[in-house]
C-alpha cells in the first residue's frame, strides 16, 4: 500500500509516521512519500520517518520528493496537510484583523477566509493531478480550513474526506475521565468543522455527558476556556472553537496582550527541525505535543484503513450533508460520526439540531459558501460578501476595511488581486 503525504515536511509529520509504524496491522503501509517544496525541512523530516520506522520494525519504506506528480503516482491515498505561505501568512492572518477589533484566528473570521483564498486553487490543482494520475485514490484532507477546503474538492467532483482532531481528542479526553477505553466511547459530535458540539457521550449505549459535567466541569471549562455556568448551562460540550462566537470581544483583547500562535509554533517548529536533525533521535519527541493536532495520527490511519479496506465503520469526519441536517443544502460539509467504507463516508442519522446551534450552523454554512465562490472565481467584491456573512464580522465598514487588508496582506498568493 502506497500513502503520500504532501506537505510531509510538516512538523506534525513524525506524529503521522509513529502512528503508521505502531498501526501497521490495521494499515500496511509498504511505501511511504513525504512531498513538500522545502527541501531542507523535507530532508530532515524524512530522515526521522526512516528512523521511526527502523525503530519500530515496520518493513515499509519513506521517500521523500519535491515533485508532486512523482510522489502521488500510485498513490492508494493522498493526505493533504499544506499550509500555503507558512507560518509567516498565520501570523498575518492572526494579526491584521485584530486592527479592526475582530479576532485573529487561521481558521475562522477574517483569517481563516485569507487562508482558505491562499489555500483552495492549490488544492484543487494537487487533485486534479491526483485525478489525472491515479483517479481510484482517496485524497484525506487535514487543511484548514478543513471544512471549506473539503467543500472545494467534493464540489469538483473529488474523491475525498475532510478530518479534523477535535473530535478524537474529546473521545480520548472522556475516555479518560470516564475510566474507560476510547474505543467504549461514542459521540454524539455535530456541527461544521471547528464549529461542534458533544450533545452525549454514550458508553455501552449509556449517555455518560451529564456525569462529565456534573464531575469534571472545572476540568472541561479550563480545557475550552469558557466559564464552567455558561458549560452548564449549555448542557453539552462546545469544540474549543466556539469561544472566538461566544466570547469574541474577550478573546480579541486577550489576543492583543500576548504573542501570536502563529510566533509560538514558529519558535517550537525551530526546535522541533533542530531535534530531527539528529540522527540518534528515533521516536517523535515529546516536545511535539505542544505542537497540536494531538492524536492525528491515530485518527489518520483510522481513516484511511477504512477507505481503503471498506470497515463499514462509524468515525467522525467532514463529509456532504446529503438531508443530515434538513436546513442545510444537501452539498454543504458537515462534521458528524458517518459509516465509512469503500464508497467514501456518509453521516449516520442524528437528532435535530437545535435551534441555538443550529442558527449559528446555518450562518456559517452561508459564509463558507460565499467564501469558496471567492477563493474560486477570486474578485474583492467576492471577499467583501463572505466577510460581511460571517457571524465574526457582519458590519458593512469592518467588512470593507478587513477586505482591504486581507488583499493588501495576500496579492503575492492572490493572482486576481
Known sequence: MKLTVVGGGSTYTPELVDGFARLSDTLPVSELVLVDPAADRLELVGGLASRIFAKQGHPGRVITTSDVDAGIDGADAVLLQLRVGGQAARNEDETWPLECGCVGQETTGAGGLAKALRTVPVVLDIAERVRRTNPDAWIIDFTNPVGIVTRALLSHGHKAVGLCNVAIGFQRQFARLLGVTPEEVSLDHVGLNHLTWERAVRVNGEDMLPKLLSEHLDELSDELFLPPDVVRQLGVVPSYYLRYYYAHDQVVQELLTKPSRA?????????????????????????????????????????????????????????????????????????????????????????????????????????????????????????????????????????????????????????WA
Open 263 to 415: 510566533a509560538e509554533v514558529a519558535a517550537l517548529e525551530k526546535q522541533l527541525l533542530d531535534m530531527y536533525a539528529d540522527p540518534l533521535l528515533d521516536e517523535k519527541p515529546a516536545l511535539l505535543e505542544q505542537r497540536g493536532g494531538a492524536y492525528y495520527s491515530e485518527a489518520a490511519v483510522a481513516l484511511a484503513s477504512s477507505l481503503l479496506n471498506n470497515t463499514g465503520d462509524v468515525q467522525v469526519v467532514n463529509t456532504l450533508n446529503n438531508g443530515t441536517f434538513p436546513f442545510l443544502p444537501d452539498d454543504a460539509v458537515i462534521e458528524v460520526p458517518a459509516t465509512v467504507g469503500a464508497e467514501g463516508a456518509t453521516p449516520e442519522p442524528v437528532t435535530a439540531l437545535e435551534p441555538l446551534y443550529a442558527g449559528l450552523v446555518a450562518h456559517v454554512t452561508a459564509y463558507e459558501n460565499l467564501a469558496l465562490e471567492a477563493a474560486v472565481k477570486g474578485g474583492s467584491e467576492r471577499v467583501f460578501e463572505a466577510l460581511l456573512a460571517h457571524p465574526l464580522v457582519g458590519q458593512i465598514s469592518i467588512a470593507r476595511e478587513l477586505t482591504d487588508k486581507l488583499l493588501a496582506h495576500n496579492r503575492a498568493y492572490l493572482p
